[in-house]
């Protein structure tokens, strides 16, 4: 994928659209500017993060490729070039309906609340809320966080669980926020917080990265199974045909489990393909998690 750097501009800037300003249909942008912009997370890991020469990669990113090459052929522009964006779980959603990224194959929570704001294209993969502990650390459940500091990134859907499952179930933890997941990870690396609640295989990546990853420990069952999709703009039915119509050749020709091979069954970072995902490779769905 060629790729050129969008030069960094305040967020302020960044969010503020003009009164009444519309942002056209996507492939009509694209071809204004002979450009797509692509948001990619730093700390996603393995779906979107910066690799070792600074660039982004990851399974999220390498599917992200194959849109470009849908949208090149659809548009017969094969010298369509390629901006990228950093995102956060903040500001993803803003900067995506204003026009300055055009799609993010990431690690965003398909759920019913975002679809009101973003359109998702189909759901490429399936998570549940956990927590990374110190590896000498007492805590193996949720039960077992009474009294304890629980981190999550702000923003996030995992963000909402642990409030909601604290409250419903009196768990008794103080919960903080953390602008991205790596600063959640290091809390708990420099023992600021005693867990950090988020996506498992996140955590699991997370975990694979950390200088001694043996120091870190995944816990707890899973709690409230989640999928992962392409984020784009609602109401753009041609630029959504296109990203689905990608997904769906992947998933048909079984390169998407080549994929999965590579991100997720490393010498570094090794997760079973869940049955979720199993069935979701064999009968593509969009169905939305609560809320």
Known sequence: MRRSILIALPLSLLLALPAGAQVPPTLDKIKANGSI???????????SYLGGE???????WEICGKVVDQ???????????????????QNRIPLLQNGTIDIECGSTTNNSERGKQVAFAINYFYTGTRLLVRAESPIKTFADL???????????????????LNAEQNLGFELMSAKDHAESALLVQQQRADAF?????????????????AELAVVGEAVQVEPYAIMLRRDDAPFERIVNRT???LFQSGDIRRYYAKWFATKDLTVPMSQYLKEAFSVPNTHPAWP
């Not at 009294?147 to 702000?154: A, C, D, F, L, M």
């Open 146 to 164: 009474k009294g304890r500091k629980v981190v999550s990134t702000t923003g996030t859907t995992n963000y909402q669980v642990l409030r909601r």
């Open 247 to 249: 997904l769906n050749e």
């Open 71 to 89: 949208v090149r052929k659809t548009l017969g522009r094969p010298d369509l070039k390629v901006t990228t964006q950093a995102v956060t779980s």
């Open 197 to 213: 609640g988020m996506d498992d295989i996140l955590l699991y990546g997370l975990r694979a990265r950390a200088q001694n990853p």
């Open 37 to 47: 912009a692509i948001a990619y997370r730093e700390s996603s890991i393995p779906f």
């Open 54 to 60: 600074g660039q982004p990669v990851g399974f999220g």
